[in-house]
């Protein structure tokens, strides 16, 4: 059970890197998008006691919201 754990730590910690490493070249309207569907995501979940439907739902609010107050500044 203990080395079940463990993997499931080292796979966390290494999904988290990756996906780090994926933002990194993400203009501002693209990273506050997949901020906003990640909190909407878990707010989802909270409010709807871990429905899938919920999450979902909270996801794709949170990236609308993200997405609407970023600005399109260009460079």
Same mark, same amino acid.
């Given at each position: 059970m203990k080395s079940l754990q @463990?993997? /499931?730590k080292v796979t966390l910690? +290494?999904?988290t890197v990756a996906a780090? @490493? +994926?933002c990194a070249d993400m /203009?501002?309207?693209q990273r506050n998008t997949a901020i906003g @569907? !990640?909190?909407g995501a #878990? !707010? +989802?979940a909270v409010l709807t006691d871990g429905s899938a439907l919920g999450t979902l739902g909270g996801a794709a609010v !949170? !990236?609308?919201i993200g997405n #609407? #107050? /970023?600005d399109d500044k260009k460079k």
């Open positions: @463990a993997l /499931t910690i +290494g999904m780090f @490493a +994926g /203009t501002p309207k @569907a !990640g909190a #878990v !707010g +989802g !949170g !990236g609308v #609407v #107050v /970023t």
